[in-house]
């Protein structure tokens, strides 16, 4: 999955404007830590993995039963609401650690 800086900035509930701050060469030295926490769990939310000196795309897990079943019922909730209606939002779909309901 590519993310933009907007999306990350979505995710780890930051400005766009933090999310440039750390990519620049002293992004570390310019915001807080709790910050830096907070936007690495968004990533790792993603799917990231950092490894020394970098980050790469956490090997896929095998799907199991649940997990399928949860994602065919949110896509099934969706089609059914969008019928005339506005997608469902991210907090209709997912609960605070970003698994479906």
Known sequence: MRLDQTDVARRAAVSP??????E???GLVRVAAETV?????ALEAAGAEFIDNG???RAAM???????ADLID??????????????LTDTE?????????
Do not use: C, F, M, W
């Open 62 to 68: 095998p799907a199991d039963d649940a997990l399928l």
């Open 74 to 87: 949110i896509s099934r909730r969706s089609a059914a609401h969008l019928k005339g209606q506005a997608p």
């Open 55 to 57: 980050v790469r795309r």
């Open 93 to 101: 779909l997912y609960d605070e650690n970003g698994l479906p309901h």
């Open 17 to 22: 404007v933090t999310i440039r701050r750390l």
């Open 24 to 26: 620049s060469s002293d």
């Open 37 to 41: 926490a907070e936007v690495r769990r």
